[in-house]
C-alpha cells in the first residue's frame, strides 16, 4: 500500500510562488505514474499534471502551462509541483495521486492511491 502525504501548501498573493511536495511511504514510487490534481470548493476535482515512473514524459492541464512545473525524485521517493505566478483561481485543495500504469493519463480514475491533500490559497 503506497501512503502519500503532500506539503507545502499555503496562503500566498498573486503573482508569488510555492513548491508542493509529495512523500510515499509504504513501497517506493519508482514504477508509479505520478499526478497532482486539484479540487475547487463546489467544484469537482481536476487533473493539474502528471510525470512518468522516469521524468521523461509529462502532461499538464492548459491552465497551468508555462506556469506550473511537475518533477520527482525517486531517490528520495517524492514528488514535486513548482507553482510560479499564482493566480486566484489557482486556489484549491492539492492532491497527490500514484497510478501503478506505464500511461501518464490526466484521468481522476486511472489513479489508485492518493494522499489527504494540502491548501493553497492565491490573494489577489
Known amino acids: 500500500q503506497v501512503q502519500l502525504v503532500e506539503s507545502g501548501g499555503g496562503l500566498v498573493q498573486a503573482g508569488d510562488s510555492l513548491r508542493l511536495s509529495c512523500t510515499a511511504s509504504?513501497?517506493?514510487?519508482?514504477?508509479?505514474?505520478m499526478g497532482w490534481f486539484r479540487q475547487a470548493p463546489g467544484k469537482d476535482r481536476e487533473f493539474v499534471a502528471a510525470i512518468s515512473w522516469s521524468g521523461a514524459t509529462t502532461n499538464y492541464v492548459d491552465s497551468v502551462k508555462g506556469r506550473f512545473t511537475i518533477s520527482r525524485d525517486n531517490a528520495k521517493n517524492t514528488v514535486y509541483l513548482q507553482m510560479n505566478s499564482l493566480k486566484p483561481e489557482d486556489t484549491a485543495v492539492y492532491y497527490c495521486?500514484?497510478?501503478?500504469?506505464?500511461?501518464?493519463?490526466?484521468?481522476?480514475?486511472?489513479?489508485?492511491?492518493w494522499g489527504q491533500g494540502t491548501q493553497v490559497t492565491v490573494s489577489s
Open positions: 495521486a500514484a497510478d501503478k500504469g506505464n500511461v501518464v493519463r490526466p484521468t481522476r480514475g486511472a489513479y489508485e492511491h
Open positions: 509504504g513501497r517506493t514510487l519508482s514504477p508509479y505514474v
